[in-house]
């Protein structure tokens, strides 16, 4: 007996709505890449390339700090963001934190991690899914040593919240076309040559996280 299948009856299953903010300092937003795609621009890119369908947001601005992120990204995010979507948030800050001015650092270390525990608060109760990109390596060595602390610090941190944290500094510190880039250019941010060294570096976590956050379920 042949069973005949009428394929109006088949309902096609609509792809999910994948909304991503990445949202940070001037690396996010990719300061110094003639490209104008930063890391952000090139994760997004490769994803769209796999078959990954994503709607994403530049939300990177230079000097910002974690306080400066934690006073703006709900703000700026919950737009972006809304029920019925399959919505999720990358995060990036430190270099900012841990630049000295007038001998001390712009946010101290203690406060750095308070910010980030409340980020991860305010995430958590948004439903907001969150990856954490680590700070990146500069041409200053000084100033490096204080970024490896607060990285150190802030992967610990997101460990105790279950939260992927992809640390970056110190393979940054020792990779040629990274090193050669921030020096040849501002002392801070590489060419498009560096940030594909960044975002090859984020791009395991980064699919793995996208990955979850498509089979999430929507935000209702």
Request: proline share 5%; glycine share 8%; aromatic share 6%.
């Amino acid at each position: 007996m042949v069973v005949q299948t009428n394929t109006a009856d088949i309902e096609e299953q609509p792809e999910p709505d994948v909304r991503v903010c990445f949202i940070g300092d001037s690396f996010v937003a990719g300061v110094g890449d003639a490209r104008h795609l930063g890391w952000a621009g090139r994760l997004a890119a490769h994803s769209h390339a796999q078959g990954q369908a994503l709607t994403s947001y530049n939300l990177g601005i230079r000097r910002d700090t974690s306080a400066d992120i934690l006073r703006r990204f709900q703000v700026e995010c919950t737009p972006r963001l809304p029920f019925g979507s399959h919505a999720g948030v990358v995060l990036s800050f430190g270099v900012n934190d841990t630049m000295n001015e007038s001998g001390i650092s712009r946010v101290e270390t203690e406060a750095s991690i308070s910010h980030l525990r409340e980020l991860l608060k305010q995430l958590s109760k948004a439903g907001w899914p969150v990856l954490i990109a680590g700070p990146p390596a500069v041409d200053d060595e000084s100033h490096n040593e204080r970024v490896v602390a607060l990285d150190t610090l802030l992967e610990a941190e997101c460990a105790r919240h279950s939260v992927p944290y992809v640390s970056v500094v110190r393979q940054l510190q020792g990779h040629d076309v990274w090193r050669r880039e921030v020096r040849e250019g501002d002392g801070a941010h590489p060419g498009a040559a560096g940030y594909d060294v960044l975002a090859t570096l984020l791009r395991p976590a980064w699919d793995n996280w996208l990955v979850a956050l498509q089979a999430e379920r929507s935000r209702k």
